[in-house]
């Protein structure tokens, strides 16, 4: 096998070929590997490829694809928008997350691995959408409340740079794994005050590393992982928890990933009645 597709749910990525060892990342339905090593029948090195990222999968949880298959799924595929929804064959459902893929989605049915799937669920196609951060953002917010875990991707259960990053390819934009090579993407704004709703804050520990990131949204609030998907306060300083009333993340540094908005637009306008067409579906 020298190529793979997820057929479950979610899978865990591990650090090394073991069961108990860490979970590092994760392969949600439909995303896809490069097999690049092999330890006995059991253990896969894979390297992700929506972002590069690599580590090892139970070989069990793949299933083999064609280099052909492979390079067509990358350039066609629509995202799951709906918090979970079954993928239905002729013989069994398999249960669908938020940001899961769907190879060659035609609104109705996809294929993948060779098996025809009907999904009735609400889906979004990146390459026939207008990234803007009024999309972004109402995106970010189904994630509201999923729970914070190391390595997660998923709505039940994700970290903070696997949250911005998978928001972000649901709009077809590529971010890395980690927040401290996604705070390589971008261009960089000069103050938090400054910038606009889809911009991303990167947060530092003591010794002066990234790890820890968010997107802004209007008002000075941020939507990020820790402990849950919240929305807190940022300023200058960093983020503010509005719970504890104590300041949490230091921040570092902010880069604006989408184009700079026109002053008249700048704002989040998830609330109002007025959407464009490629947003209705929410």
């Known amino acids: 096998m020298n190529y793979g597709i997820c057929p479950l749910s979610v899978v865990p990525i591990r650090s090394t070929s073991s069961d108990s060892s860490e979970m590092i990342s994760q392969l949600l339905f439909g995303e896809m590997v490069e097999v690049i090593g092999r330890k006995g029948k059991n253990w896969s090195k894979v390297r992700c490829a929506w972002d590069n990222y690599i580590g090892w999968v139970d070989t069990k949880q793949i299933k083999q694809i064609t280099e052909t298959e492979f390079e067509e799924y990358q350039n066609n595929f629509a995202c799951s928008i709906e918090l979970m929804q079954g993928a239905m064959t002729k013989e069994h459902s398999v249960p669908v997350t938020l940001g899961a893929t769907l190879p060659k989605y035609d609104g109705i049915h996809f294929s993948l691995n060779g098996t025809s799937y009907t999904f009735s669920g609400q889906a979004v196609a990146p390459s026939e959408l207008e990234p803007s951060s009024e999309l972004l953002t109402k995106i970010a917010r189904r994630y509201l409340y999923a729970p914070y875990q190391w390595g997660g991707r998923s709505p039940f259960g994700i970290d903070c740079s696997g949250f911005t990053q998978i928001i972000f390819k649901m709009i077809g934009i590529k971010l890395p794994r980690d927040s401290a090579e996604q705070v390589e993407v971008g261009e960089m704004v000069d103050f938090v005050e400054q910038a606009q709703p889809g911009d991303l804050a990167f947060f530092e520990n003591r010794k002066g590393a990234i790890t820890h ?70």
């Open 213 to 282: 990131v968010g997107l802004l949204l209007e008002d000075g609030r941020i939507i990020h992982a820790s402990g849950q998907v919240r929305i807190d306060k940022i300023d200058h300083f960093g983020i503010f928890n509005v719970d504890t009333e104590k300041y949490t993340h230091k921040l570092r540094v902010t880069k604006r990933v989408l184009p700079t908005l026109p002053k008249s637009i700048k704002k989040d306008s998830s609330n109002e009645d007025e959407v464009t067409n490629q947003i209705e579906i929410f």
